[in-house]
């Protein structure tokens, strides 16, 4: 069983950075592909990001391509969401997700392994 814990989320404003972290325990970290993803107020949950076990080529929603990156550090259990140039869009309860296999998922349903969210508030 895996848990997962984000931090980093906060109220910037527009055109600001914020770096989301995700720090995973109960499990073997670098067995896990993982997935961001948030949820605005009064809309479905939506893929934002997803990496694969290896850390390489990252892929991205197209709203926060050239914007966004994500990366992770295996040695400290800890996958990053980096928001550059972030927009009143943006905001969401932001989530980050497990899953136990190689690749890289957009679907919210591949995931079993679920952070609690953190709040990101982007003013304009």
């Known amino acids: 069983q895996v848990q997962l814990v984000e931090s980093g989320g906060g109220l910037v404003q527009a055109g600001g950075s914020l770096r989301l972290s995700c720090t995973a325990s109960?499990?073997?970290?670098?067995?896990?592909?993982m997935g961001w993803f948030r949820q605005a107020p009064g809309k479905d949950r939506e893929f934002v990001a997803a990496?694969?076990?290896?850390?390489?080529?990252?892929i991205y929603t197209d709203s926060v391509k050239g914007r966004f990156s994500m990366s992770r550090d295996n040695g400290k259990n800890t996958v990053y969401l980096q928001m550059n140039s972030l927009k009143p869009e943006d905001t969401a309860v932001y989530y980050c997700?497990?899953?136990?296999?190689?690749?890289?998922?957009?679907?919210?349903?591949?995931?079993?392994?679920w952070g609690q969210g953190t709040q990101v508030t982007v003013s304009s």
């Open positions: 109960g499990g073997t970290f670098s067995y896990h592909a």
């Open positions: 997700a497990a899953r136990h296999l190689y690749g890289m998922y957009t679907s919210g349903s591949m995931y079993p392994y």
């Open positions: 990496l694969s076990r290896g850390g390489d080529n990252p």
